[in-house]
């Protein structure tokens, strides 16, 4: 029997390639590979496994509770007040008054042995992989382990699919920070930009209860180096939009000397409308401020496409919102 259980990694399969089959073998009833153990197959087949793990562990205790005597005394059963029904060893308690199942009321005792880590490597497998809480609450509603938790946890950390679905990912080595982001300077000279959004707000400010719900999206302008922010509403996602909340931003916050962005479509044409506008009519730019950005003009990066990681600044505050 030790051998035939050694021979074997899952439970199913012992229960049905070796004491159902040769169960159906003794009863002259021979099995095809076409043949399906049925239920109570099983059922008596799992019921000797047991038998046979509890008369190796228990064999003194199971000879004195067959006598009507109490178990010993040093014995590890002594404290479960354990009692024998259909040749297999039973906790006690005091809940035999209580409407739950027979076996969950007295589950069977099962000791350290391979027929019991196959029994809990079946239980972990067929719940998808249960983690330690689970499992003892599945395992607990029909068996009582013998140091039931230190088994469960063997078992656990040695399945390879826990292994690997628990494994550390690997973390990326993260650049230096960009140059503007550590340089002290004035807020807002080095911008990035990106949209959160939509969300509906109303389209009126007089009367808000009969104002229709519209589409609306937020244009977020954050300083590299101070990571102050800066919102404005957008109505839509086109360069028109865009441009009319630069404006605002401007008027607010002063010109940006570099402006950095995603290849958002809103951005690119934004670039491009505004390259024009910074070398067709650098005379409308009034005040110090804007001359000065007028005669070196706002610098626009676009990141790389496919690259989201390069505008992590902003897509923090995106986040945060």
């Given at each position: ?18 004491a159902?089959?040769v169960?159906?073998?003794c ?10 153990p ?30 009507g ?39 069977v ?62 973390v ?9 982001r ?15 959004g ?6 009126s400010?007089?009367?808000r ?47 940006p ?65």
């Amino acid at each position: 029997m030790d051998v035939l259980a050694q021979r074997h990694s899952c439970w199913y399969k012992l229960k049905w390639r070796t004491a159902v089959w040769v169960m159906l073998w003794c009863q002259k009833q021979h099995p095809t590979a076409t043949d399906f153990p049925k239920a109570t197959e099983l059922e008596d087949a799992e019921r000797r496994w047991i038998r046979y793990v509890q008369k190796q562990a228990f064999g003194i205790e199971i000879q004195a509770m067959v006598k009507g005597k109490p178990v010993p005394s040093n014995s590890k059963l002594k404290s479960l007040c354990p009692f024998i029904q259909h040749e297999l060893i039973m906790v006690g308690g005091r809940l035999r008054n209580a409407e739950v199942p027979t076996e969950q009321k007295h589950p069977v005792v099962l000791p350290p042995h391979h027929i019991t880590e196959l029994i809990i490597r079946w239980y972990h497998i067929t719940f998808h992989h249960a983690g330690l809480q689970l499992l003892m609450s599945l395992l607990q509603r029909k068996f009582w382990i013998l140091r039931g938790k230190a088994q469960v946890k063997k078992i656990i950390r040695s399945c390879k699919t826990c292994r690997i679905h628990r494994s550390a990912t690997a973390v990326q080595l993260m650049a230096d920070l960009p140059k503007a982001r550590v340089t002290p300077g004035r807020p807002f000279t080095h911008v990035g930009i990106d949209y959160a959004g939509p969300f509906q707000i109303r389209d009126s400010c007089i009367n808000r209860r009969k104002a229709p719900m519209v589409k609306a999206y937020a244009a977020i302008f954050i300083c590299f180096s101070t990571k102050a922010v800066h919102l404005e509403v957008v109505s839509s996602l086109s360069t028109e939009s865009f441009l009319a909340a630069l404006d605002r931003f401007v008027a607010r916050r002063g010109v940006p000397s570099v402006i950095q962005s995603d290849n958002g479509t809103n951005f690119v044409g934004a670039k491009k409308e505004l390259r024009e506008v910074l070398q067709q009519r650098p005379e409308n730019f009034d005040g110090e401020v804007n001359q000065a950005a007028a005669k070196k003009g706002i610098k626009w990066i676009l990141n790389p496409p496919a690259a989201p990681h390069m505008g992590g600044i902003w897509e923090a505050a995106v986040k945060s919102m």
